[in-house]
Each structure stands twice: as C-alpha cells, then as structure tokens.
C-alpha cells in the first residue's frame, strides 16, 4: 500500500508529462485491441454460428448475383426463376431464407408497457427514441428448422404455420424480454407495403435463443433473440417487393449432403444463370465467406496493430526519459532510504508499481474506449460485444501491459542500481 501511495504521489508531481504519455499509450491500447478483436470476429462468428444454429459451414451455400438492383424488372424476375430452379437441383438437400425487419406493432393490447420495456431496452442503444419499433425475424419452414431457438413458454412453430394464407392470424414467438408485456394469445398487426397483416403470439422464447443477423452475420455471427419476435416468413411476403426480392442474397442458404457437391452445384448454379441472362453468380460455402472476410480485413488488422505497437515503443521511451528524470530528481530521497536499511529491491519495487499503475491505467482506458466505440455501434448486438471483449483479449492486453513494464524499467532501476548511497545523497551519477 505504501508503494502504490508513492507511486501515486510520483505520478501526480510530473502530471503533465504522465497526462501526454497516457494519452498515447490510451490510443496505442485502442488500436491495438481494435486489431485482436478484428481477428478474433470470424473465428467467433464460426464458433457462434455452429453454436445457435444447424448450418454446417462447409455444406451451406449461398449464391448471388452481381449488380442485381431491385429496380431492374428483367433481372428480378429471372433471379426468381433462378432461385426456383436451384431449389430443385439434385444436390440441394435443403434451401431456405430468412430476413429481418425493424416493424411498428399496431392494435396492442398493452402498447404503453410495450414501449415502456423498448424505451428501457433501447435506453443505450443506437434505437433509443425508437420505442414504437420492433425486430423482427422471418424464417420459413426449412431455415427455421436449422435454428436452434428454445421454448420457454407455449409452443413453437409448427409445420402448418409457415403455410398460412396473408389474409390470416399468423403464429408468431416472442423473445423473454417480452414476457409479461405478450401473453399467449395476444394479437397484434404491422404494414407490410401497405398491407395490414395479423399476428398472434404462440409461444416466449428461452433468453438463450439466438439468430444470425441478416445484415452482417459474417462479422458478428448471431445476435440473441430477447427483445425479438420471430414469424414464418410466408411465400407472399417472400414475392411481394423487388427491394425484398433482391435483399434475400444475403440470406438464402443452400446446403448439400456432401462436402464434393459444392463444385458440381456451383456450376450447375453458374450454367443456370447464364442460360436466364444473368451475369455469373458468386457461390460461396459460408465458410469461405469468412475466411474472405478475415483476408480482406487482414490488411486494416495489420495497420492497426503496427500503428498500435509503433505508438507504443515510442511511448515507452517517453517513460524512460520520464522516469530517469523522476529517479534524478529523487536520488537524495534514495540515498536516505538505503542509508536508512532499506533495499534496492522495495525501492525498484516502488518504481515498477508506479510505471505499471500508468501502462494498466492506460490500458483500461484505451480497451474501454474501444468496448464502448463497439457497443454503441449501429449493427453491435451486446451478447456478442461482451463475448469479443473476453478473457482472451485482457489476457493479452495483460500480457502488453507486463512486457512493456518490463522494457519501460529497466534501465531506470539499472541506473539506480549502479549507484552508492553516497553518491545518490551527493546527487552524483555515474
């Protein structure tokens, strides 16, 4: 305790110097951490993916055509074509898609509780002040079945939801953060383009319940299900906008029995297009999306993490200087405690403690800064941001903070070493 009190007391007598230094070892931790998490996010979308659903990420595929826009007519009435005819290839053995939405819910029992639980479930989040809208995940039946999505209350969806005409209640689940707010049987309706469509609550899922985000599954893999509703995504719905059309790229999922029938459905898949006027699409496992996705990222990895190192060598010479000049200024004071019995050692001690206390300081701040630059993003799910900041990356920034400890200390302890207590009373140095 008496170290750490000197070491606050040395640092706050050179607060300038140890103010600039912080903020360049602040800004080297963030860049730093920012490039571990880069490469930590498709291992962790890997890992996820396996975890929350049944896709295997070497037999799932997907498949999209360039330059397909949903104001071009000719190319989404062919691309429509296309998707039927890759639904009956040998091959596939299941075929799918899912989307996302973000819906205002009409006709509400208890609407003012409704978005009294979304203004607290949004308070620090990118939708706060968006308390009427709702996520909302659409499965159809085979996707669906690929989840892993856990019952906690009523029942899940059955076969004959997922075959209801629009003009019916369709089932719907509702996440747990809804419980009590949705009871089963409760009704609601959204607009879809203009067109009132009734829901019905059937069942609450279990806070475990997860789902790939539509948006950008590759990067972050899934996002929980909590504060979600989740509704079999109906053949009409599937066909009715261009715009809705064309945005199933990036979530229809192709899957085939073996491993070898990837090439053989990639060419069949390419021939298809190209005898409809398409332009050749891009058949991806999803496994290849996210080692595509690490290898184009890998640059911007290798940027931050170089800039990150750079700042903190240069930093680390910056303690150095701070810290023989702080040992200069102070050799009367050590030369009275060694005079007085006490060792080099509690009095290097002290010098670690107080080089340490700045570059773990530091650290906290930069991987925090880092954490919340995260969690306040637009597309960050919680779940997954408290998983990327784990064990693993402190584990390593610890690691950092120990090394560079190490480096910043010692030759400033070997000064001191080297002198007598006389000589350090006397203010001489070798």
């Known amino acids: 305790m008496r170290s750490i009190k000197i070491a606050w007391k040395s640092l706050w007598e050179r607060k300038l110097a140890t103010l600039f230094i912080m903020l360049q070892l602040v800004i080297s931790f963030y860049l730093i951490s920012n490039g571990f998490i880069q490469l930590s996010i498709p291992d962790y979308a890997s890992e996820t993916i396996k975890k929350y659903s049944n896709l295997d990420l070497e037999k799932t595929l997907t498949f999209s055509v360039p330059d397909l826009t949903s104001d071009n007519t000719w190319s989404i009435e062919r691309y429509l074509k296309l998707r039927k005819e890759v639904s009956g ?20 029992k208890n609407s003012d509780l409704y978005e009294e639980k979304n203004q607290a479930l949004y308070k620090n989040s990118p939708l706060r002040g968006k308390e009427k809208l709702s996520y909302m995940v659409y499965f159809d039946e085979s996707i669906f079945s ?11 969806l059955a076969k004959q939801d997922f075959a ?27 607009y879809w383009f203009g067109e009132k469509l009734n829901y019905r609550v059937v069942g609450v899922m279990d806070r475990e319940s997860k789902w790939l ?24 719905q599937k066909n009715s906008s261009p715009f809705v059309i064309s945005s199933l790229q990036k979530s229809t999922f192709v899957s085939v029995q073996e491993t070898d029938d990837r090439k053989i459905l ?38 931050n993490l170089y800039a990150g190192v750079f700042f903190l060598l240069t930093t680390s010479i910056g303690i150095i200087t701070s810290t023989l000049s702080s040992i200069r200024i102070r050799f009367y004071e050590f030369g009275i405690r060694r005079v007085f019995g006490e060792s080099i050692i509690r009095i ?15 650290a906290c701040f930069g991987v925090f800064w880092n954490y919340y630059h995260s969690a306040t993003s637009i597309i960050a799910d919680m779940s997954s941001v408290k998983d990327l900041f784990g064990i693993a990356l402190f584990a390593k920034v610890i690691i950092l903070v120990l090394l560079l400890t190490f ?3 010692f030759y400033p302890i070997r000064v001191l070493y080297r002198e007598s207590p006389y000589k350090l009373i006397s203010g001489v140095e070798n």
């Open 146 to 156: 690929s989840s892993k999505i856990k019952i906690l209350k009523g029942r899940s």
């Open 266 to 303: 990639s060419e069949k898949i390419k021939q298809a297009a190209t005898q409809l006027g398409l332009p050749s699409p891009i058949v991806r496992s999803i496994k290849e999306e996210l080692d595509a996705y690490k290898k184009s990222k890998i640059e911007l990895v290798k940027l």
């Open 348 to 362: 290097a001690r002290s010098i670690i403690i107080e080089v340490f206390l700045l570059i773990l300081l530091s």
């Open 89 to 108: 290839m040998n091959e596939v053995s299941n075929y799918g898609s899912f989307s996302t939405a973000y819906f205002i819910l009409s006709d509400l």
């Open 164 to 190: 209801a005409e629009h003009h019916e209640q369709i089932p719907v689940l509702v996440g747990q953060d809804y419980e009590g707010i949705f009871d089963i049987g409760d009704t609601f309706s959204i």
């Open 407 to 409: 480096l910043s200390v």
């Open 213 to 236: 985000d539509k948006n950008d599954y590759i990067s972050m893999g899934v996002r929980d299900l909590n504060a979600a509703i989740v509704t079999p995504f109906l053949d009409y």
